[in-house]
């Protein structure tokens, strides 16, 4: 394990698990040699032989998934015949395989506004509102495909599928208001709970974590055995009792001989959570650690993952510190597999209590009152200040908008300004939005997590904003290194660690996401 010493490449790799997944939502095949463009019928013929030279060029990034050089072909071919809708489709397409779910929304319009007639724009806009949780306006557009083609058999399916969680989003919302808020806490009679007699696994001692219990617990999941119910809901009680007790904001103070270990998303990677732990020791208030959100999703071990933190929580409350996800939230969760996930393993209840748990996550960590370390990034105003930050209330589901929203989602751009986000949701925020919320906040430098990095971090806005990364070949599929971040207390420079992925079970990423996201996998 060695410091890195190479410039991380200037863009981001994305997850084609993910990506694959989308594309089929959108209406895209998946057989070999697929053409990317729409070659027939539904376009006029081009003109603009330079334009359709670049589209090709586009299309052969596409298929050797050089997503960044595709959408940058598409874009000059779209500079040269701005009003080709199959030039914003295709782009579309290039966007949601990168995430970029706001930008693949605006093409898809975009490509219908110039022709009504073109199907694949309605089915990618639907899968970017999909990705977005919109779950109203993908209907609009599959049920748009539909009337279009009637003996589709995908597009009635994926009608059908949208219709029903509508539906069931909708009888959510019903029952929740008809009922007043209380917590699924005053629900469990966890004393009443049996273990059984053929259960072999850790238990608590006298309900409380141990490191005994741990070490056993980690041993446990490795050889993908259940940890009991019983134990599961002790766990989160507490931990969500030590949660509430936080400010939104958490300050720590390191002395000069002391260091912490910032990690970065790890989304249900178990197995290389495991690798840390090895790599870098087992958490102790001598060896404290920092997890900067995004535990959770798409990786399919990601109830062992939120398990064996909460439990390290419990036991080092001051030396081992959780910080909330833009993936610790409700429809995330819905999308991505963490409540499917745990409505297999446990029960419906359980999820509702993680999700009670994850509202009382703070945002926000400050060590030394010099580096300042959240999941997303800044803000989309310029002005917010660390009191405000303290004053957010968080236990909630966080809103489409404002300071909050900003934490969870928000990413760095090379350019000055800010910019609409790629994601969606919040914003892109430049170098001298950095420099100014820290000269005003008289801090030093940001770290902040969301984003896939090649070499598992990145250093960007001249030193100001950090990224680390902590999920290595992420959704098992992009070959990226991940790292953590050493701080001493004596400087607070970051040193990075770089590791890569260790092999798991054969159980594939996105195995409990959503329904509609599992049809698109056949």
């Not at 410039?7 to 959108?26: F, G």
């Not at 109203?136 to 009637?150: H, S």
């Not at 990075?496 to 079970?505: D, I, K, W």
């Amino acid at each position: 394990m060695m410091p890195s010493t190479t410039w991380p490449l200037p863009y981001p790799i994305w997850p084609p698990c993910v990506a694959v997944l989308m594309t089929l939502l959108a209406g895209g095949k998946m057989a070999e040699g697929e053409r990317v463009a729409e070659t027939g019928g539904e376009e006029a013929v081009i003109d603009h032989s330079a334009a359709e030279e670049l589209k090709e060029r586009a299309n052969e990034y596409f298929r050797v998934k050089d997503y960044d050089n595709a959408v940058q072909y598409y874009t000059r071919a779209i500079e040269l015949s701005p009003n080709t809708a199959i030039y914003y489709g295709n782009r579309s397409l290039a966007y949601l395989r990168t995430e970029c779910y706001g930008y693949a929304l605006d093409d898809a319009t975009r490509a219908i506004q110039l022709d009504t007639k073109y199907t694949k724009g309605y089915y990618r806009r639907a899968a970017s509102n999909m990705a977005l949780g919109k779950l109203k306006a993908a209907l609009k557009d599959y049920e748009t495909v539909v009337k279009v083609r009637p003996n589709d058999k995908d597009a009635q399916m994926k009608f059908h599928e949208c219709c029903k969680l509508v539906r069931q989003k909708a009888f959510e919302r019903a029952i929740a208001c008809d009922k007043p808020t209380r917590s699924v806490v005053d629900s469990l009679n966890i004393e009443g709970m049996t273990i059984e007699d053929e259960y072999s696994g850790p238990q608590l001692q006298d309900g409380k974590v141990t490191l005994d219990f741990m070490v056993e617990l980690m041993k446990f999941y490795k050889d993908q055995k259940k940890l009991h119910r019983k134990y599961v809901y002790q766990i989160l009680v507490q931990v969500k009792e030590i949660l509430s007790q936080l400010p939104s904001l958490v300050e720590i103070t390191l002395d000069k001989s002391e260091k912490v270990t910032v990690c970065g998303d790890t989304h249900g990677q178990f197995y290389d959570l495991m690798n840390i732990f090895h790599l870098n020791g087992l958490p102790s208030e001598n060896n404290p650690y920092i997890f900067n959100g995004d535990f959770v999703d798409r990786g399919s071990f990601s109830v062992e993952v939120i398990v064996t933190l909460c439990g390290f929580k419990l036991l080092f409350p001051s030396h081992f510190h959780l910080l909330r996800g833009n993936h610790e939230t409700d429809t995330m969760n819905q999308m991505y597999g963490f409540e499917g996930e745990v409505k297999a393993k446990y029960s419906a209840q359980m999820f509702q209590l993680f999700s009670e748990v994850f509202q009382w996550l703070p945002l926000v960590m400050c060590i030394n009152k010099r580096v300042l370390i959240m999941h997303g990034g800044l803000f989309s105003e310029d002005g917010v200040t660390l009191d405000q930050i303290r004053s957010i209330e968080r236990n909630r589901q966080p809103p489409d908008s404002g300071p909050m929203c900003d934490l969870l989602w928000s990413d760095p751009q090379p350019q000055d300004g800010r910019s609409t986000s790629k994601r969606g949701v919040s914003c892109q925020f430049g170098p001298d939005v950095s420099r100014r919320f820290l000269e005003e906040n008289g801090l030093d430098y940001i770290i902040r997590s969301h984003e896939v990095k090649p070499e598992g971090y990145e250093v960007a806005h001249n030193g100001l904003c950090v990224t680390v990364f902590s999920a290595p070949n992420y959704c098992d599929q992009m070959g990226n290194k991940g790292a953590y971040i050493h701080l001493s207390g004596s400087d607070l420079k970051p040193l990075f660690h770089q590791f890569e992925a260790v092999p798991h079970p054969n159980v594939k990423p996105m195995l409990y996401a959503n329904s509609l996201l599992q049809m698109g996998m056949m």
